[in-house]
């Protein structure tokens, strides 16, 4: 169950920082709240990401992962820090 939650929370994560690139520059994480809110076993999973605030060093970006029937499984927070020159 641990691995599966690590697995998830690391898809979170990628589409966190893809969805703050989306300005052309490179992003680290710089912190993550995430909330396990239900189990999945297999199937498809989507990850999708919003940008909730944009300045220039930090990108916040929520990101939800659903699974096949559209249930929430998980909901997360990330500040993405910029450390690349404007793109």
């Not at 979170?12 to 300005?23: F, K």
């Not at 498809?44 to 930090?58: D, E, F, K, M, Q």
């Amino acid at each position: 169950r641990r691995q599966r939650q690590m697995c998830i929370r690391d898809r979170a994560d990628c589409c966190a920082g893809l969805t703050a690139r989306s300005d052309g520059r490179q992003y680290v994480t710089q912190n993550a709240s995430v909330n396990f809110i239900h189990n999945v076993k297999a199937g498809h999973l989507t990850a999708r990401g919003r940008t909730v605030s944009r300045r220039r060093h930090i990108c916040v970006v929520a990101v939800e992962i659903t699974d096949e029937t559209d249930t929430l499984l998980f909901s997360s927070t990330f500040s993405m820090y910029c450390i690349s020159a404007e793109g």
